[in-house]
T-cell receptor, first 115, second 110 residues
Framework: NAGVTQTPKFRVLKTGQSMTLLCAQD?????MYWYRQDPGMGLRLIHY???????AKGEVPDGYNVSRLKKQNFLLGLESAAPSQTSVYFC??????????????FGPGTRLTVL | GQSLEQPSEVTAVEGAIVQINCTYQ??????LSWYQQHDGGAPTFLSY??LDGLEETGRFSSFLSRSDSYGYLLLQELQMKDSASYFC???????????WGAGTKLIIKP
């Protein structure tokens, strides 16, 4: 099993350009998440999905859009990139969070620089 | 709002024991998680405490006290490969989101 994969691994954009980050998981997880991680900080949730066809906003959703057309894929879009979106982006997936157990599985990350 | 506080850096010696603390100000959460992240890598799950008390997994243990708004991760028999950042995170009961601390960088010296 590949687990959680992300493409691309690295990307450099100019201000105003758009791009889509792709996340795929082969563990049949219902929940999928997009986080960003800035230097010296923890992860902040951008958007998440609780199942195919559903999406919801996290802590820092502005400037991003997402789609979950298939259960195994979760796409993150930047319509007009800004330097403030320079970050490392992680995708994660999990089974439905339970009261007794909760584990998220992470992809390797995408390092995005916006000039 | 919710916030979690961790020391930014902890230094320990190989073979020793180290405790990484996490204090939180949040209401209504299901449990406290710990994740490890090596430089340039992705976070990986270590433990989850749904109930107060100690959870042990090999060399790692995690503790939660809801009455004290406090938890910790205990690493025993430290190895050089344990050099990494460690994050605590709470699972909110309002929306099942994880809220993360800023992380603790663990430096291990020979």
């Amino acid at each position: 099993n590949a687990g959680v994969t992300q493409t691309p691994k690295f990307r450099v954009l100019k201000t105003g350009q758009s791009m889509t980050l792709l996340c795929a998981q082969d563990m049949n997880h219902e929940y999928m998440y997009w986080y960003r991680q800035d230097p010296g900080m923890g992860l902040r949730l951008i958007h998440y999905s609780v199942g195919e066809g559903t999406t919801a906003k996290g802590e820092v959703p502005d400037g991003y859009n997402v789609s979950r057309l298939k259960k195994q894929n979760f796409l993150l879009g930047l319509e007009s990139a800004a330097p403030s979106q320079t970050s490392v982006y992680f995708c994660a997936s999990s089974y439905s969070p339970g009261l007794a157990y909760n584990e998220q599985f992470f992809g390797p990350g995408t390092r995005l620089t916006v000039l | 709002g919710q916030s979690l506080e961790q020391p930014s850096e902890v230094t320990a010696v190989e073979g020793a024991i180290v405790q990484i603390n996490c204090t939180y100000q949040t209401s209504g959460f299901y449990g406290l998680s710990w994740y490890q992240q090596h430089d340039g890598g992705a976070p990986t799950f270590l433990s989850y405490n749904a109930l107060d008390g100690l959870e042990e997994t090999g060399r790692f243990s995690s503790f939660l006290s809801r009455s004290d708004s406090y938890g910790y991760l205990l690493l025993q028999e430290l190895q050089m490969k344990d050099s990494a950042s460690y994050f605590c995170a709470v699972l909110m009961d309002s929306n099942y989101q994880l809220i993360w601390g800023a992380g603790t960088k663990l430096i291990i010296k020979p």
